[in-house]
């Protein structure tokens, strides 16, 4: 319960889905959590509720990560709220899937702003804002090991997401701080399962060891293990949470 106590955790993208389950399990640890969305205030401000309501501490931000100037604004309002930020977890994100012979242009710059260039500004201001021995997670994806049609642009701008964080990880270390990335396989969301046929869940869950889709709060523990210092010698990392599927 304790394991994170007094510090203070950012998790962009988290009204929603794994995001949710990361901000809980953050202040379950004991972590102040700054729960970060850019479109839904009630369901940000529910998931703030719940966390108050088990006696923790959270508070909701605004912002898009795909503006710097936005992500610089979420630092500033963190730190003025809580005064540090300890850890930060990149975990906002669009999957706009589609042939690459027919994305389209806009599909194309969304998923690059949001992906990689919303992770790349994270990186860019916790070089000096975030707090010495802090923690960094970014969420990738199982399917930069896969190889998935229509998935191609995706895939590629979360392997990129991987890369840069192996290189930051090296460029921060001296500071204490520990760089990573998650990559959860497919996992029962709202957003995973909405427009899926029982059938399609099924074979998508069997290409896994457990037959099964992974669960959010699965994906949590292991974002919660690598923000502590117990995962301080982890840095550099790619770490499915797929269930054996890659």
């Known amino acids: 319960m304790s394991l994170l106590k007094e510090k203070v955790a950012v998790v962009t993208g988290s009204s929603k889905g794994i995001g949710r389950a990361i901000a809980h399990e953050l202040a379950n640890a004991g972590a102040k959590v700054v729960v970060n ?9 529910d998931v703030v509720a719940s966390i108050e309501s088990l ?8 912002a898009d990560v795909s503006k710097k100037a936005e992500v610089a ?9 809580f005064g540090k930020i300890d850890i930060w977890v990149n975990n906002a994100g669009v999957m706009l899937n589609g042939l690459v012979k027919d994305l389209s242009e806009e599909l194309l710059e969304k998923q690059l702003d949001i992906n990689f260039k919303g992770v790349f500004y994270s990186l860019q201001l916790a070089a000096t804002k975030l707090a010495d021995n802090g923690s960094i997670i970014n969420l990738s994806s199982t399917v930069t090991r896969t ?4 998935y191609g642009v995706y895939s590629a701008t979360k392997a990129a997401v991987e890369q840069l964080s192996r290189v930051f990880a090296k460029e921060i270390g001296s500071r204490g701080i520990n760089v990573n990335c998650v990559l959860p396989g497919p996992t029962a969301t709202d957003l995973f399962l909405n427009g899926k046929s029982e059938q399609l869940i099924a074979q998508i869950a069997s290409t896994n060891a457990f037959q099964r889709l992974g669960a959010p709060d699965e994906i949590a523990k292991v974002v919660a293990f690598l923000a502590s210092d117990e995962a301080k010698w982890i840095s550099g990392q790619s770490i499915g949470a797929n269930g054996g599927m890659a």
């Open 37 to 45: 969305y850019s479109g839904d205030q009630s369901a940000a401000d």
């Open 55 to 62: 006696g923790g501490e959270a508070f909701a931000i605004k």
């Open 147 to 150: 190889v998935f049609p229509t």
């Open 73 to 81: 604004r979420l630092f500033e309002e963190s730190i003025a709220r």
